[in-house]
């Protein structure tokens, strides 16, 4: 099983799963990049996965879709093109390329969102960046909060696939807010090299982000003390976060 990212628009990225013959689309925002990578692999499309309902994951479906394909995607949101609802808990088997993978709920960046986990892969689309997270278009702080616990509490080998190279802006902004994370310092040099030779800094594993990413830490006491909530819930300290990335 290969996973590719087909960068698409200015920073997202569209995965393509593939076992040398069959693939499966996550969030294809754009038909063109999928149509080209099968046409240059010799691949057939077997199903689509969507996370969320905005533009840049969903554009490319109708183009892309066949009849009796699976699209599967948010039962919350409504998106033309879906032919098989999804909800927290379900999964998802495909027979080829051989795929199981258990449906989460994410509410946060909008309030249907889901993320798909299995195989040692999260496709987690706009909740959990790599340094970073969604923006709250639709949901609560808190709602966010508990998303991003969910899957922070994923195995620490389990590989992030996520939808935009907005790594280094984020680690910026982890810089800000937790001046004193050493690991944090490394890791954003590596990830500077990759940009260098325009390389993708995805995927990401979920210990790195434990260890990287200031969304995941709102216990870190750097982080508390910039903010001056060293006795705040960790709810609450998100929340202040999140606006304060909004602003930065
Ligand atoms: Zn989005
Ligand atoms: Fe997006």
Redesign the pocket.
């Known amino acids: 099983m290969e996973i590719i990212p087909l960068p698409a628009f200015s920073d997202?990225y569209l995965w393509l799963i593939h076992d040398g013959r069959h693939a499966v689309a996550v969030?294809p925002?754009d038909d063109g990049p999928v149509a080209r990578a099968l046409d240059e692999r010799g691949l057939t499309l077997a199903a689509i996965l969507i996370t969320?309902h905005?533009g840049?994951?969903t554009g490319g479906i109708a183009a892309l879709a066949r009849p009796g394909m699976p699209v599967y995607g948010p039962a919350a949101e409504a998106i033309a093109g879906v032919t098989h609802p999804l909800a927290d808990g379900d999964r998802v088997v495909i027979d080829a390329p051989a795929l199981s993978l258990q449906v989460i709920a994410v509410p946060g960046?909008t309030r249907g969102h889901i993320a798909y986990v299995g195989e040692g892969m999260l496709f987690c689309?706009?909740t959990l960046f790599n340094g970073g997270c969604?923006r709250l278009f639709e949901g609560t702080p808190a709602q966010m909060h508990a998303s991003l616990a969910r899957l922070s509490a994923l195995p620490g080998d389990t590989r992030l696939y996520c939808?935009?190279e907005y790594t280094l802006a984020n680690l910026e902004f982890a810089l800000a807010a937790e001046p004193d994370n050493p690991d944090r310092d490394r890791y954003r040099e590596r990830c500077r090299a990759l940009r260098d030779e325009g390389r993708p800094t995805l995927p990401t594993d979920i210990a790195t982000q434990r260890a990287i990413n200031p969304f995941l830490r709102c216990d870190s006491p750097s982080l508390r003390a910039k903010l001056s909530m060293t006795d705040a819930p960790d709810e609450r300290v998100f929340a202040e976060l999140r606006a304060w990335k909004d602003r930065f």
Do not use: F, I, K, T
């Open positions: 997202n969030d925002g969320h905005h840049d994951h960046h689309g706009d969604g939808a935009h």
